[in-house]
């Protein structure tokens, strides 16, 4: 293994060792302390504490090794199958480690689903980053899709709808409820990590000055441009169409400066969900 895949396989499992020391402390600060379970295993492990007394991590981690081995004979392969079994596993250790070690931080509905979910999201979302997942219910759902075709955002809703159903028998309607909200804030902390805070945009611009806009942005905006070979679906003429990608903050000035050439030009903004490349975020410090 070259010296650059060994650093890169380092940092993937020292963020995934991370998020999963960062799920643990979500469950114990936040959400075990107050009966609000997180979807799919680790949410029957805690049905299973609060009904049996048992410890969390340990059932988790026991609940997932015929998951684990499975995974390593049909869902993948070492590679994501190691990465998740570290992640687990950590989770778990640290889960049972923390417990009764850390005070609960508050009793609010509010502040422990929105900062348990806030936790438990960044945490997921570095391990997912690294290439690995947290078990449970997404080896499920990528066996299933391995195995017979099962779309895995369909196995997931319906395991996760279980596990809610379940806690909703054990808890009562209204902590099933609240680990709803944990669930929608932590989905959306994982695709905040996943894709990070920018927000650049695309803009499309078809102008019969095209060659002065063009450079017009390379110079004065200093972004990059491509030309698109394009024809008019009216006229049937061939039309160049300029693509530059831009932060959020340069919509304002690209427009002007479009407008002075060609106040007439045709512009369509679209969002971009990720830009990588130059002048924007390097592939290197993204992946």
């Given at each position: 293994m070259s010296r650059e895949r060994l650093v890169s396989s380092f940092v993937d499992y020292a963020l995934i060792t991370i998020g999963a020391?960062?799920?643990?402390?979500?469950?114990?600060?936040?959400?075990?302390?107050?009966?609000?379970?997180?979807?799919?295993?680790?949410?029957?492990?805690?049905?299973?504490?609060?009904?049996l007394g048992t410890p969390v991590g340990a059932v988790t981690l026991a609940l997932n090794i015929p998951l684990f081995l499975a995974m390593l004979r049909w869902g993948g392969g070492w590679r994501t199958g190691m990465r998740t079994i570290v992640a687990v596993v950590v989770m778990s250790v640290a889960v049972d480690l923390m417990a009764n070690r850390l005070p609960s931080v508050t009793s609010d509905p509010l502040l422990y689903t929105l900062y348990g979910g806030i936790l438990d999201?960044?945490?997921?979302?570095?391990?997912?980053?690294?290439?690995?997942?947290?078990?449970?219910?997404?080896?499920?759902?990528?066996?299933?899709?391995?195995?017979?075709?099962?779309?895995?955002?369909?196995?997931?809703?319906?395991?996760?709808?279980?596990?809610?159903?379940?806690?909703?028998?054990?808890?009562?309607?209204?902590?099933?409820?609240?680990?709803?909200?944990?669930?929608t804030v932590s989905s959306m902390m994982v695709d905040l990590v996943q894709q990070g805070l920018?927000?650049?945009?695309?803009?499309?611009?078809?102008?019969?000055?095209?060659?002065?806009?063009?450079?017009?942005?390379?110079?004065?905006?200093?972004?990059?441009?491509?030309?698109?070979?394009?024809e008019g679906g009216y006229t049937g003429t061939e039309r160049p169409v300029l693509m530059c990608a831009v932060a959020r903050s340069e919509i304002s000035i690209i427009k002007r400066l479009v407008g002075r050439y060609d106040p007439d030009a045709f512009i369509v903004i679209t969002p971009a969900q990720e830009v990588l490349g130059e002048g924007f975020q390097g592939l290197r410090s993204a992946a």
């Open positions: 020391v960062l799920v643990a402390l979500a469950a114990d600060l936040f959400l075990i302390p107050n009966r609000v379970i997180s979807a799919g295993l680790f949410g029957i492990a805690v049905i299973v504490h609060y009904l999201g960044l945490g997921i979302g570095l391990v997912f980053r690294a290439e690995g997942t947290t078990g449970g219910i997404d080896i499920i759902a990528r066996l299933m899709q391995r195995q017979r075709g099962s779309e895995p955002g369909q196995v997931l809703l319906v395991l996760s709808a279980l596990t809610l159903a379940a806690a909703a028998l054990v808890f009562g309607i209204e902590q099933a409820l609240y680990a709803m909200i944990v669930a920018g927000r650049a945009k695309v803009a499309l611009i078809v102008s019969a000055r095209h060659e002065e806009i063009r450079k017009a942005i390379l110079e004065e905006l200093e972004r990059g441009v491509t030309v698109l070979k394009a």
